[in-house]
């Protein structure tokens, strides 16, 4: 079963103070994509990855980074968070073969608050 | 572009009840997936059940259901037989390259 990891699972920091928050999954699948999820607006695309060394901008790119260096992890990189990137954010994988060629399996989510 | 409406902000239903959550899709894709998810209060996202464009019979998955009504760009959830671990937020989802997710319901089971 495809299993995807986030660390951490909660984060309060302060404005200016870069951080990460890791995803990895188990399966090998090659794409994973970042969202963030906040009141009355669902979920956005923030990244996407189609492979290793492959990434592309999502709906909401401005002030994080990602990178795909391997295949299993996809981390996402706030390098200066601001208030506004307080939210609950999930990373997602999507297995082939499996429904649609479209179902992604999230992972358990990272509250993240920005002071 | 891909946008999913979802009109019920949130709802209670009786326990033992069916509910039916609306969501209405527009895409210009000829091909496409509808999903739902559900969000319990603890915040993980549970994927629940999944209709492609071409698939003639409405998709099931034991209590739940969707209606797909193609010419009119809906693709309710029927939830039949509500549990109070029901309670949740639901959202109806269009897949692409991403996925597009609409507001989303939240449904409270009453006991």
């Known amino acids: 079963e495809a299993q995807v990891t986030q660390n951490p699972r909660y984060l309060i920091t302060v404005t200016g103070k870069k951080l990460t928050v890791t995803c990895s999954q188990n399966?090998?699948?090659?794409?994973m994509s970042w969202y963030r999820q906040d009141p009355g607006l669902g979920l956005r695309q923030i990244y996407y990855?189609?492979?290793?060394?492959?990434?592309d901008k999502g709906d909401v790119p401005e002030g994080y980074k990602v990178s795909r260096k391997e295949k299993r992890n996809f981390p996402l990189i706030l390098e200066s968070p601001s208030p506004n990137q307080t939210s609950l954010y999930f990373c997602?994988?999507?297995?082939?073969?499996?429904?649609?060629?479209?179902?992604?399996?999230f992972g358990p989510g990272t509250r993240l608050t920005v002071l | 572009a891909q946008k999913i409406t979802q009109t019920q902000p949130g709802m209670f239903v009786q326990e033992k009840e069916a509910v039916t959550l609306d969501c209405t899709y527009d895409t210009s894709d000829q091909s496409y997936g509808l999903f739902w998810y559900k969000q319990p209060s603890s915040g993980e996202m549970i994927f629940l059940i999944y209709?492609?464009?071409?698939?003639?019979q409405n998709a099931t998955e034991g209590r739940y259901s969707l209606n797909f009504q193609k010419a009119r760009k809906s693709a309710n959830l029927v939830i039949s037989a509500s549990q109070l671990g029901d309670s949740a937020m639901y959202f109806c989802?269009?897949?692409?390259?991403?996925?597009?997710f609409g507001g989303g319901t939240r449904v409270l089971v009453k006991p």
């Open positions: 989802v269009a897949a692409g390259n991403k996925l597009t």
């Open positions: 399966m090998n699948h090659e794409y």
């Open positions: 990855s189609m492979n290793v060394e492959v990434t």
């Open positions: 997602a994988i999507k297995p082939r073969g499996e429904y649609g060629t479209d179902t992604q399996y």
């Open positions: 209709q492609g464009s071409y698939d003639e």
